[in-house]
């Protein structure tokens, strides 16, 4: 079974691409949603955050402040390589765990939507690392419309994350994505293509 690593940056229409693979069929397995049902009341990574800061990220419900957890790694560029180094491992467990699911039903290719795929060494556990890329520029924009963030805070949540500059130096296959959908489409679907005559 072939394991394709999915990554971008924030607002490079990951998203987007990750609906369309779904759409056509392939299994992806969603690194941000098994970090947030792992971050659920009493499972293991809400026990990580609850160990470190205490009560000041925990809600009265008990679930996890999301806000506050994000005010304090991105404003503390230290404590956010901390928390990746307790979280990741608990993530990749799980991930592997579908992926060993998704080889069991026979499936011959499968992708990982990892934004951190690079930084968090995810790419070693992939044959072949996909990049949806935007411009700087282009990102930018994206994100201070889609979020309503200053220009400050836009720039500072880019900068938290590997440039997509850094990231296009490591990737096998580009997905441009600075155009409209159309031709986003018509890019995946020349890529899907050359999976299903490899899978042949």
């Avoid at 394991?3 to 969603?30: C, E, H, P």
């Avoid at 309503?148 to 900068?159: G, K, N, P, T, V």
Wanted: hydrophobic residues 35%; charged residues 35%; contains cysteine.
């Amino acid at each position: 079974m072939k394991i394709i690593g999915l990554t971008g940056g924030i607002a490079s229409g990951k998203s987007t691409v990750t609906k369309y693979l779904r759409q056509q069929g392939y299994t992806v397995v969603d690194c941000d949603k098994i970090a947030w049902e792992l971050a659920e009341p009493d499972h293991s990574i809400w026990q990580v955050y609850f160990a470190r800061y205490g009560s000041r990220v925990i809600n009265s419900d008990r679930s996890l402040n999301r806000q506050a957890v994000a005010d304090i790694v991105f404003k503390e560029k230290n404590e956010l390589s901390v928390i990746n180094s307790l979280v990741h491992p608990l993530i990749k467990e799980e991930m592997m765990a579908q992926v060993e699911e998704a080889r069991a039903r026979g499936e011959k290719q499968i992708f990982l939507d990892v934004p951190l795929l690079f930084e968090a060494n995810y790419d070693k556990l992939t044959d072949e690392k996909w990049l949806v890329y935007v411009t700087r520029d282009t990102q930018l924009r994206r994100l201070v419309a889609r979020n309503s963030y200053s220009r400050e805070e836009a720039i500072r949540r880019i900068d938290s994350q590997m440039s997509l500059e850094e990231k296009k130096k490591l990737s096998d296959v580009i997905i441009n994505n600075n155009a409209d959908r159309k031709r986003l489409r018509r890019q995946l679907d020349e890529q899907l293509e050359k999976l299903r005559l490899e899978g042949e």
